[in-house]
Antibody, heavy 122, light 108 residues
Framework: EVQLVESGGGRVKPGGSLRLSCVAS????????MNWVRQAPGKGLEWVSS????????YYADSVKGRFTISRDNAKNSLYLQMNSLRAEDTAVYYC???????????????WGQGTLVTVSS | SSELTQDPAVSVALGQTVRITCQGD??????ASWYQQRPGQAPVLVIY???NRPSGIPDRFSGSSSGNTASLTITGAQAEDEADYFC???????????FGGGTKLTVL
C-alpha cells in the first residue's frame, strides 16, 4: 500500500524557518518525481515545488522561490521542504504528492499525504 | 497565461448530470487531471489523461477535453459527490504545475 506521511508542521513567527518531511512507503520512491502542494485555510490548492527522481530537475512556484528549498533522500525514502523567511501568507496545510507521467501530455498526482499544518503568526 | 479557471460553485439535483469545466491555454498542450476534496481530507485523484479513472473511482465520473477547456462530468450525481473539485495541469512552460481555483459542488 502506497503511503505518504508528512511531518514537521507547527507554529512559527514571521521570518522564521521550518523543515517539513514526507516519508514514503509501498513503492519505489527513487523512481518518482515528488511534489509539495499547499492549501491555505478555506482556499484552493497551490503547487509549491517539484523534484525529479534523482534531483536533476527542481522547480518552484514564484511565490516561494528563493525562500523554500526542496530536497530528497532516496536512501531514506524521504522528501523535504526547507522553508525560510516565512510569511503569514505561507500559512497552509502542506501536502506531499507523488507525480506520474504517462506520456502525451498526461501528468497527475496519484497519491497524496494527509498534510501537515504550518501556521505563521506572531 | 498559466492560469486555470473554474466556476466557483455548481449545483446538481440528486441523480442528475453535472459538468464542471476548467479553462486555460496550457490545456491545449496538456491534459487536465481532476481531484475531489471533501472537507478536512486530502485531495483524491478522480480523472487523469484523456479520460481515465483510477481504481476505485465510480464510472459515473468521466473527463473530456476540447481546445482550451477540460471538463469533468458526473452522470447520476450522488450525495457523496458533494465536495470541492480542482483541475490541474502543467503551465505553458511545462516545468510548473498549476491548479484551478476549485469548484464547490452541491448535490441538492
Amino acid at each position: 500500500e502506497v503511503q505518504l506521511v508528512e511531518s514537521g508542521g507547527g507554529r512559527v513567527k514571521p521570518g522564521g524557518s521550518l523543515r517539513l518531511s514526507c516519508v514514503a512507503s509501498g513503492f519505489t520512491f527513487s523512481s518518482y518525481t515528488m511534489n509539495w502542494v499547499r492549501q491555505a485555510p478555506g482556499k484552493g490548492l497551490e503547487w509549491v515545488s517539484s523534484i525529479s527522481s534523482i534531483s536533476s530537475y527542481i522547480y518552484y512556484a514564484d511565490s516561494v522561490k528563493g525562500r523554500f528549498t526542496i530536497s530528497r533522500d532516496n536512501a531514506k525514502n524521504s522528501l523535504y521542504l526547507q522553508m525560510n523567511s516565512l510569511r503569514a501568507e505561507d500559512t497552509a496545510v502542506y501536502y506531499c504528492a507523488r507525480e506520474v507521467y504517462r506520456g502525451r501530455g498526461t501528468y497527475y498526482f496519484d497519491y497524496w499525504g494527509q498534510g501537515t499544518l504550518v501556521t505563521v503568526s506572531s | 497565461s498559466s492560469e486555470l479557471t473554474q466556476d466557483p460553485a455548481v449545483s446538481v439535483a440528486l441523480g442528475q448530470t453535472v459538468r464542471i469545466t476548467c479553462q486555460g491555454d496550457s490545456l491545449r498542450s496538456y491534459y487536465a487531471s481532476w481531484y475531489q476534496q471533501r472537507p478536512g481530507q486530502a485531495p483524491v485523484l478522480v480523472i487523469y489523461g484523456e479520460n481515465n479513472r483510477p481504481s476505485g473511482i465510480p464510472d459515473r465520473f468521466s473527463g473530456s477535453s476540447s481546445g482550451n477547456t477540460a471538463s469533468l462530468t458526473i452522470t447520476g450525481a450522488q450525495a457523496e459527490d458533494e465536495a470541492d473539485y480542482f483541475c490541474n495541469s502543467r503551465d505553458y512552460s511545462g516545468n510548473h504545475l498549476v491548479f484551478g481555483g476549485g469548484t464547490k459542488l452541491t448535490v441538492l
